[in-house]
């Protein structure tokens, strides 16, 4: 699949996709992220889940007409590589152990998905938010990036007076640091204890699912590689 890639910058805010409509690319990022967004009307919209480094933006292509069923937008600016989405298919197509960890990376983006509707009902702000500035820790490998308050409050779908007031707590227990539109998590281990529990269920679900993933298939004594 190496031969069919090309790397390419994506800058913070550009949308890649949008729902309903066609997505023409695969997308793995290495330093930049990319936020599938439920829309709710033309104003309000929620990020589902996030993707980064350990994983890629092709749900929509794997099956059928390349028809994109959120809307992705990339969070944090970086690099990624691109794929075709018609040569992806056929690489697909032509290598059933890619397509079954495939298969077990989306089950996890769609539990991710899943659980956010009920975080979002029953968490408050700033449990929600330290959870998804971990989860952004977490797919750039850093512990520091640009995250504007309106980009957070659009990552809750909340208000921004709501983030803001939930940014000053954290930083008032010393658990980041923000200043001019950049965030820098200070303390880690607290920011977890801060979290909603959805942060340890989304990665328990994910340790889970790789270790399916490297498990040997029946009749076969070779486990698959990992994709990340």
């Known amino acids: ?17 949008h729902m309903g409509g066609p997505l023409s690319h ?19 919209g929620l990020q589902v889940t996030l993707i980064g480094r350990e994983g890629l933006l092709a749900s929509p292509v794997i099956d ?3 028809m994109s069923p959120l809307n992705a937008l990339v969070r944090t600016g970086g690099w990624t590589w691109r794929m075709g989405a018609d040569a992806f298919r056929a690489e697909v197509a032509l ?6 960890m495939l298969d077990h990376y989306l089950y996890v ?10 975080c979002t009902r029953f968490h408050g702000v700033e449990a929600r938010l330290a959870r998804w500035l971990l989860t952004l820790a977490d797919r750039v490998g850093a512990c520091g990036f640009p995250l504007k308050l309106q980009v ?5 779908g909340t208000q921004r007076s709501g983030v803001s007031v939930a940014t000053m707590r954290l930083r008032q227990h010393g658990l980041i640091r923000y200043s001019r539109g950049s965030v820098v998590i200070v303390d880690l281990r607290a920011l977890e204890r801060s979290a909603c529990d959805c942060y340890r269920w989304a990665n328990q679900l994910r340790d889970h699912m790789l270790h399916v993933e490297a498990a040997p298939h ?3 004594g070779n486990a698959p590689a990992r994709t990340d």
């Open 1 to 17: 699949m190496g031969d069919q890639c090309e790397p390419v910058w994506l800058a913070a805010g550009e949308a890649l996709g």
């Open 26 to 44: 695969v997308y793995y990022p290495v330093t930049a992220t990319i936020a599938l967004m439920a829309q709710a009307d033309q104003l309000a």
């Open 64 to 66: 059928g007409p390349a």
């Open 95 to 100: 290598n059933p152990r890619l397509r079954g």
């Open 109 to 118: 983006l769609l539990g991710e998905a899943s659980r956010v509707s009920a």
């Open 152 to 156: 957070m409050a659009d990552m809750l």
């Open 218 to 220: 029946a009749g076969d």
